[in-house]
């Protein structure tokens, strides 16, 4: 590609990314309204008046401090727990071969076609006779899983590309398969481990069916519960809803610009996808 292709493709990626960019702009200028105004009648990127009048409204009518730090909580356990569980699985799929690795892998894409609502009432059936609902329990037991068949076969694909000698010397060395996993297979991977942790991050952070279902007590519920008893407490204060949502996209946003540099940065530097 010459000099003048890579400056159109910069143009279209920027253009691209002005599109994504735009919903979130007019949702920070929304939020720096006063609250109680209706809605704009054209676009505007600067609201006259700015304040932050918005945030205070929205911090009084529901707990939205504690929200966010109950979703922190249960999202990054589950983005550990769900590395932690689909490595494992993934590096014992990656290590299989012939029949039982073609097996297992059609069961994982299969298991990917059940939609999540068809298991919602099985589920709560299960936590409700364990005594497990009104806790953040059901909301993990996922996470004990991998969280998603897609991040085992990501780590499988990832663990299937390194060098075959690459094990065979691990062998020669007397290193068990917990050892390989842990001291060699990791560590030649953290691109996936970092978009696997983001994914599943982002899943958890945005759940909003599985705290409805099993949390009563306020004091537990997630953000995205926050966010709805924001709406159902006056859904035309627009200014103070948009506010609600800036405070439960900023952190993800912060998020994905940490974990983007991470990975590219190991990308880069390590090119193992081009092995």
Request: overall charge positive.
């Amino acid at each position: 590609m010459g000099r003048r292709g890579g400056v159109v493709l910069t143009i279209g990626a920027a253009a691209v990314a002005a599109i994504f960019l735009l919903p979130l702009v007019f949702m920070v200028s929304g939020s720096l309204r006063p609250p109680g105004l209706p809605p704009p009648r054209s676009p505007e990127l600067v609201p006259d008046p700015l304040g932050f009048g918005s945030y205070g409204r929205a911090f009084d009518l529901v707990d939205l401090g504690r929200y966010t730090l109950n979703s922190l909580v249960v999202a990054t356990l589950a983005a550990v727990l769900s590395v932690l569980v689909a490595s494992l699985a993934g590096f014992a799929l990656a290590r299989l071969s012939g029949a039982a690795f073609r097996v297992l892998v059609a069961a994982s894409v299969a298991a990917l076609m059940v939609p999540a609502t068809a298991l919602v009432v099985p589920r709560f059936t299960l936590f409700q006779w364990l005594g497990l609902t009104d806790t953040w329990v059901p909301l993990l037991a996922p996470a004990l899983l991998g969280t998603s068949p897609l991040y085992v076969l990501l780590y499988t694909w990832a663990f299937r590309r390194l060098p075959q000698e690459l094990y065979d010397v691990c062998r020669l060395h007397d290193l068990g398969p917990f050892a390989i996993w842990r001291r060699v297979a990791m560590p030649l991977v953290k691109p996936v481990t970092v978009a696997v942790g983001f994914l599943a991050f982002l899943v958890s952070w945005g759940n909003v069916l599985d705290p409805l279902v099993y949390l009563f007590d306020p004091s537990l519920y997630t953000l995205p519960l926050g966010l709805r008893s924001l709406a159902t407490l006056d859904r035309s204060d627009l200014p103070v809803l948009l506010a609600g949502a800036v405070v439960a996209t900023a952190p993800v946003v912060a998020l994905f610009l940490v974990a983007q540099r991470w990975f590219l940065d190991d990308f880069r530097g390590a090119r193992w996808l081009g092995r």
